[in-house]
């Protein structure tokens, strides 16, 4: 299945008391799927997946799944625990993902060889799937590069990187080095010039409320208007630049509330935005996305 276009990293809708809502999960997923995306990321930061139980991540990959239709899936299953990775690798094949991915081992200062270990356990355990490395420097303290990558992707089994880091040298290096592996950028604010450094789509937290800019922004990227790509990249950081000032990710399910999706607020740790920051937010999103 092709991998390469542009994912949205879906959020993880929750109900007043917390618990998982599933049934927003299904319709943020079959609307979203009508505004120009290309398949969906499932279980990663965005949906706070590491405060998430087994049991949700894959009722919840399950949902996706369910409402995604043709469109490629790819499954987040990072873990520090390998009886988990394995576990929700495999159940990942089993339910039909197109691919699996996973942050490298973190919060202790791993070495190369244990991150190598660690991904070969994720091939091994996924059963067939593609496996898509996840780069994402700043949350795992981990760099994904061509030195450290180069054993991973030439004894295979790994078939691209999943590249959040504003590092375009590296991911240029990688796609130079790696023609044939799938380079997908994961932070939105840099989607057009990622494109231009050998980026072939992106898997993005703002995909959620602005899918249309990031499918207008591919098919330039692709007419070759460069441009008139970088103008409605200018109008995504707009949005990007005005949600840096409050949590992040409340932001983003707040305003998907005000879009119509009921995903609820963020689950601690971290904490719900302020009725002041919501009001706030709904500023924001009346200048910049009605």
């Known amino acids: ?66 409402a995604a239709g043709d469109s490629p899936v790819i499954a987040h299953v990072g873990t520090l ?7 929700l690798a495999s159940h990942a094949a089993r339910a ?41 420097p700043v949350f795992t303290g981990v760099t994904l590069n061509k030195k450290n990558c180069a054993k991973l992707f030439t004894a295979g089994g790994v078939a691209g990187i999943k590249h959040t880091s504003h ?23 840099v989607f057009c010039p990622a494109q231009l450094m050998g980026a072939e789509g992106c898997i993005g937290s703002t995909l959620n409320i602005m899918p249309r800019r990031f499918a207008e922004m591919d098919a330039l990227i692709k007419a070759g208007k460069y441009d008139e790509a970088m103008k409605v990249q200018r109008r995504v950081n707009d949005v990007i630049d005005a949600m840096q ?23 601690r740790p971290l904490l719900p935005l302020s009725d002041e920051n919501k009001k706030m937010v709904g500023e924001l999103y009346r200048k910049y996305l009605v």
Do not use: C, W
């Not at 120009?36 to 590491?50: D, K, L, M, R």
């Not at 973190?106 to 593609?130: C, T």
């Not at 590092?167 to 604010?189: C, Q, T, V, W």
């Open 167 to 189: 590092n375009l040298y590296d991911l240029e290096r990688l796609k130079s080095a790696f023609p044939e592996a799938i380079m997908l950028s994961g932070h939105d604010e």
């Open 1 to 66: 299945m092709e991998l390469r276009g542009i994912y949205p990293a879906l959020v993880s809708p929750f109900n007043p008391d917390l618990s998982f809502n599933y049934g927003a999960l299904r319709e943020v997923v079959r609307e979203t799927k009508k505004r120009g995306v290309h398949g969906f990321y499932v279980g990663g930061s965005t949906a706070e997946t590491f405060s998430l139980s087994l049991d949700e991540r894959e009722k919840a990959l399950e949902t996706v799944l369910d």
């Open 245 to 267: 000032q409050f949590n992040f990710f409340g932001a983003l399910k707040y305003i998907l509330e005000l879009q119509g999706f009921p995903v609820g607020d963020t689950r």
């Open 81 to 87: 625990n390998p009886m988990d990775l394995k576990r």
């Open 96 to 136: 039909g993902a197109a691919a699996v991915s996973s942050v490298p081992p973190f919060y202790f200062k791993h070495g190369e060889e244990e991150i190598d270990a660690y991904y070969q356990d994720l091939v091994a355990a996924s059963e067939g799937l593609k496996v898509i490395l996840y780069n994402i």
